[in-house]
């Protein structure tokens, strides 16, 4: 049992007589109104509700698949100035580009979209889980998670881990306006994370927060198989807030 | 990315003719105030304070350590009839015991109580987590999460799991009548996960939730790595809430 503050030292805290400039706000985000986001795999329920509420909330946005085809139809469901293209189309247009293709096509989808991704900032979103007849459970990768796959795939893209915990169906309902749950957002540098944590602001209810660095994002992919076992028991679309922040 | 809610199959959704007793109400839980908790590692910050909550509550608690002066002079501080005592009379002594002391001598400690635990509702808090400059980060245990090592360690107990993200702070302070968070309990028995939930929920603001069987637990377990980072960043003394359940 180790307690969740025993490693708190906050740098205020130095009884050290140097002056330091104080700690930047962490709620002070950058505007990301401007931003062009991307989804790939934004045909699956996921990936298409995620496009519905940011478009809703004024994002621009472009979901992407294999096929354009497919990707225009559902952009033209989704109505909000989504467009649809095919997944590099989509790279290349994005400022911003989530990753919320199925785990068995992960990597696959990331290599073959190497250039188009170099210089993004990359959302990657992908649960790796398994399933059998007790329920879900967690793999582990070889690198580590989902996201820290893409950032060993992904050299020259910008890679951070989000949206991990949402549930499609409370994201596709139109009848629900506000989304109740805060964004667990990982990645390694905290401008880029800023961005993501901004990016779920702008949907009503849901807040991005910072937590921790990608060598930290497998426990967090993987506790949707915890949310799953949640769902079941009590009939529910469970989401996760962080208290005391 | 995989959504939460993909997986869900509510038996009452069923539209078959054949009649089924209605799901048990999962909030039905059972009255565990007679029952006596023991807290292995006691002494340590997070379980002297689950112990100091636990006894203001009403329960009857008994903290164990390896030196049993050590634990009556630490129970003695706590007031509200708490004792102290070795960990095997601990052990022996309670219904409930929950497991709190470091990850390093958490196998040795399961081991030498095998008989005492026998038996036993056995709750595993233990989180195996790492620690260098850049932070803390999760540990797997061979087992796949100290709640397995708990399991295989003491075949006849009655392992499950929770208490996982609890700051010792906020448990000890005695300015804090109300802890918010919600306890994740895993298990593979359904009535054993019940009496631990109950016992959260004797925590003025804290609430037992299912989360899934004990193959789930390394996750949760590890998110103690985020929780860190979290509490860092926001200053803050960081729990979880499920919503929507």
Redesign the interface.
């Known amino acids: ?10 740098a ?1 805290d130095t009884a050290k007589g140097t002056a330091k400039a104080p700690a930047k706000d ?1 709620w002070d985000l950058p505007d990301v109104s401007g931003l062009v986001v991307g989804v790939l ?1 934004g045909t ?4 298409k509700g995620l496009a519905h509420r940011l478009a809703k909330a004024g994002q621009k946005v472009i979901i992407g698949s294999r096929a354009a085809e497919r990707a225009r139809a559902a952009a033209g469901e989704l109505g909000h100035g989504v467009e649809g293209a095919d997944n590099a189309e989509t790279a290349r247009r994005s400022d911003i580009v989530i ?5 068995d096509g992960h990597a696959a989808t990331l290599e073959s979209l190497r250039e188009e991704l170099a210089g993004k900032l990359v959302v990657d ?3 790796p ?1 398994g ?1 059998d007849k ?5 793999l ?1 990768p070889e690198e580590g998670s989902a996201a820290e796959q893409a950032a060993a795939l992904l050299p020259d893209s910008r890679v951070t881990a989000a ?7 409370l994201l596709q309902d139109p009848e629900i306006d506000a989304i ?2 805060d964004v ?1 957002v ?1 990645g390694e540098v905290r401008a880029d994370v800023e961005i993501v944590q901004a990016l779920a602001g702008r949907i009503p209810g849901m807040r991005g ?5 990608l ?2 994002a ?3 992919e ?24």
């Open positions: 049992m180790t307690s969740t503050d025993s490693a708190q030292q906050p205020e962490p795999g699956g329920p996921q990936g990753v919320a293709v199925p785990w979103c992908v649960n889980l399933f007790k329920g879900a459970y967690a582990k949206f991990h915990h949402l549930s499609a169906v109740d749950t667990m990982l927060v910072f937590a921790g660095r060598r930290n497998h426990q967090v993987a506790l949707v198989a915890n949310l799953i076992s949640v769902n079941r028991r009590y009939r529910a679309h469970a989401g996760l807030r962080v208290t005391d922040v």
